[in-house]
């Protein structure tokens, strides 16, 4: 057992929410790619290394095609490194290695956030985060409680082949 699954809910939800504020405000890369290195760090010593390849299997993909939109529909920048047609409703399609920058930082901050989110379901137990926010409000604890709940069951209903 972990120190994070080892320690009360509210501060395990508590440190994941910090962790997952940081790709939200900040978008240099180097910041998100610190962030993405404490998760790792975090899920190995936690010995989570199946949530991890789940981050990976699905959220780079992900952010693989978000990149890909970004740099297909951004108008941004001035270096073209790919001169498209001319199409008839958007105009010139112009790649350009500004918006394949900035497709690539959105597609940090979505595998950071992925990340962050899978280590909270894993790492935090839902009965005790349930109770802890009972005090505070009901409604909240109960859709907390019931979203990591269905999070783990529509996991394994997507891992059984019909």
Not at 13 to 32: D, F, G, S
Not at 51 to 75: M, T, Y
Not at 79 to 96: A, E
Not at 125 to 142: H, I, M, N
Request: net charge positive; glycine share 8%.
């Amino acid at each position: 057992m972990s120190p994070l699954h080892a320690t009360r809910a509210s501060v395990g939800a508590a440190w994941c929410l910090a962790l997952a504020a940081v790709p939200l405000c900040c978008e240099h890369p180097a910041v998100l790619v610190a962030v993405l290195a404490v998760e790792v760090v975090a899920v190995r010593a936690a010995g989570m290394g199946a949530q991890l390849r789940q981050v990976v299997v699905w959220g780079v993909p992900f952010a693989l095609v978000v990149v890909v939109i970004n740099a297909l529909v951004s108008r941004d920048g001035a270096t073209v490194v790919v001169r498209g047609p001319s199409l008839p409703w958007p105009g010139q399609l112009d790649i350009t290695a500004e918006a394949i920058a900035y497709g690539g930082v959105l597609g940090l901050r979505i595998l950071a956030i992925f990340g962050t989110a899978v280590f909270f379901a894993a790492a935090v137990d839902a009965d005790e985060l349930l109770r802890a926010l009972r005090r505070v409000s009901v409604r909240s604890g109960v859709t907390a409680a019931l979203g990591m709940r269905l999070f783990g069951v529509l996991r394994r209903d997507a891992q059984r082949r019909p």
